[in-house]
């Protein structure tokens, strides 16, 4: 008399795990896809470079160290290189960001 009461117990735990375990697989596939990779700054130049927009355009920090910055510029600029197949407008900006970076801005802006 107990094991019928008990196997009929087991089954409606089975079923009820069952249910839980599909409602968990339903809302972990209706789950919003969150991308991977890093969002990038939408937007596009300002007319007079600032040092957040320099940092931005080299992937650096504000404060970052003159090495820092020389090094960020060569790895974006062997990436964007006009001689490689990269946009002059792209290097100037690039050219244009270090140089902020550095201090060494005229304030002329890009030759662009």
């Not at 795990?17 to 990038?40: D, E, L």
């Amino acid at each position: 008399m107990v094991l019928p009461l008990l196997a009929g117990l087991a089954v409606a735990a089975a079923a009820l795990a069952g249910r839980y375990g599909i409602q968990a697989w339903q809302a972990y596939k209706a789950r919003p896809v969150v991308p991977r990779m890093r969002k990038f700054y939408e937007g596009g130049f300002q007319p007079t470079m600032t040092k957040r927009e320099a940092a931005l355009i080299l992937g650096i920090r504000e404060n970052a160290t003159p090495e820092k910055v020389k090094e960020a510029h060569k790895k974006v600029m062997v990436a964007n290189h006009p001689d490689a197949g990269g946009s002059h407008y792209l290097a100037s900006k690039i050219n244009e960001a270090k140089d902020v970076m550095l201090g060494k801005t005229k304030g002329g802006g890009s030759a662009f």
